[in-house]
């Protein structure tokens, strides 16, 4: 079994940066999650209090697809890297709109429904501050 372990949440005025990171690991040798990490898509999602979980962004397996929510588009940047097992979430000109519980789930497709995916990690909780 792969877990994903979200980290990198945090307190940030409005305007300012975080970046989020999402590590797969397991139980099974490093090889077995390096493989299965290189054949994933990689998505963030996000939920506010009261709201749904919504997509933020997705990555294909490779990197070269990538996919944004258009309240994202030009302010968030996600990237990978296949030999550390982790995807990241660039954060910038944070709005308060924009805090939520981060997760990173795993996936066949950099798809943004959440149908789409079947593995999820347990979630950062990012606070802009106004």
């Known amino acids: 079994q792969v877990q994903l372990v979200e980290s990198g949440g945090g307190l940030v005025q409005a305007g300012g940066s975080l970046r989020l990171s999402c590590a797969a690991s397991?139980?099974?040798?490093?090889?077995?999650?390096m493989g299965w990490f290189r054949q994933a898509a990689m998505a963030w999602f996000r939920q506010a209090p009261g709201?749904?979980?919504?997509?933020?962004?997705?990555?294909?397996?490779?990197?070269?697809?990538?996919n944004y929510a258009d309240s994202v588009k030009g302010r968030f940047t996600i990237s990978r890297d296949n030999a550390k097992n982790t995807v990241y979430l660039q954060m910038g000109s944070l709005k308060p709109e924009d805090a939520a519980v981060y997760y990173c789930?795993?996936?066949?497709?950099?798809?943004?429904?959440?149908?789409?995916?079947?593995?999820w990690g347990q979630g950062t909780q990012v606070t802009v501050s106004s």
């Open positions: 789930a795993a996936g066949n497709s950099p798809r943004v429904d959440l149908s789409g995916y079947t593995y």
């Open positions: 397991g139980r099974a040798s490093s090889i077995y999650v």
């Open positions: 709201k749904e979980r919504e997509f933020v962004a997705a990555i294909s397996w490779s990197g070269s697809d990538t």
